[in-house]
């Protein structure tokens, strides 16, 4: 009887993961259709996001779609409203090209006042971060672990600061949660830029961390708008097709 028990709970357990694994799945590949068309345009501001309406065009339940719906508030792309639902807020190639600058300009200063206050413990934390973000594996489960490392690297380095008001500006700039995604090609290239801010960090060069900064900033600007051209070609192919 122990034997067939074990067994059974061993094939459940199977089971259950591979469920979830599915569902993961499908979530993934919802979120990345939605993302898409918000981003190439095809989506436009203010339009009503009708999960029902969703669910048939992709062929799929409720449930995913809602997941997806989720996961694009927190990235910025969609703000859902109490009895209206997700509405459409897109992220434009003017609003990469307006965040940016001013993170170049004012991250690159608070990075720059924050580092003679950073605490040897912050600086250890900044090590630990960013040695998990170099070996982590990018895959759909992992972006949203990446992008939380990515935000904690940045608020270290920011957090020493006595500029507290640049430093609040700087936080509401938003975008951070979507880039990791969108950059994925980029991401070795990404690490080293981590790593040469954090080696000028080491080196405790207020100056070298500014610019190092701004270098980072600069290059995450130009990928993601090399992005957006990309997906606005293909939209723009996809049309053509029909």
């Not at 200063?109 to 206050?117: F, G």
């Not at 990446?146 to 920011?158: G, V």
């Not at 995604?181 to 790593?195: F, N």
Request: a negative charge; glycine letters at 4%.
């Amino acid at each position: 009887m122990m034997f067939h028990c074990i067994q059974f709970e061993g094939v459940r357990g199977s089971m259950v993961s591979k469920s979830s694994e599915n569902n993961s799945t499908i979530v993934n590949k919802v979120l990345t259709k939605l993302r898409k068309e918000i981003l190439s345009g095809k989506l436009k501001e203010g339009e009503r996001l009708i999960q029902d309406e969703w669910a048939k065009k992709l062929n799929v339940s409720r449930m995913p779609i809602r997941e997806a719906l989720t996961h694009l508030e927190i990235e910025g792309l969609v703000e859902i409203i109490p009895h209206k639902g997700a509405i459409v807020t897109p992220i434009t190639p003017e609003d990469i090209e307006e965040i940016y600058y001013l993170r170049y300009l004012l991250e690159g200063i608070v990075v720059e006042k924050s580092l003679p206050h950073l605490t040897d413990e912050d600086i250890e934390q900044l090590g630990d971060i960013l040695h998990e973000m170099e070996t982590l594996q990018l895959t759909d489960d992992t972006y949203d672990r990446y992008a939380a490392l990515n935000k904690q690297f940045h608020e270290i380095l920011r957090k020493g600061s006595p500029w507290t008001r640049v430093n609040k500006i700087v936080d509401n700039l938003g975008i951070s949660p979507i880039a990791p995604k969108l950059l994925a090609k980029y991401y070795e290239k990404t690490q080293q830029e981590h790593r040469r801010i954090y080696e000028a960090v080491l080196r405790g060069d207020p100056q070298e961390v500014k610019l190092a900064m701004q270098y980072h900033l600069l290059r995450t600007k130009n990928n993601l708008l090399e992005v957006l051209q990309k997906m606005n070609e293909e939209e723009k192919n996809d049309q053509d097709d029909d």
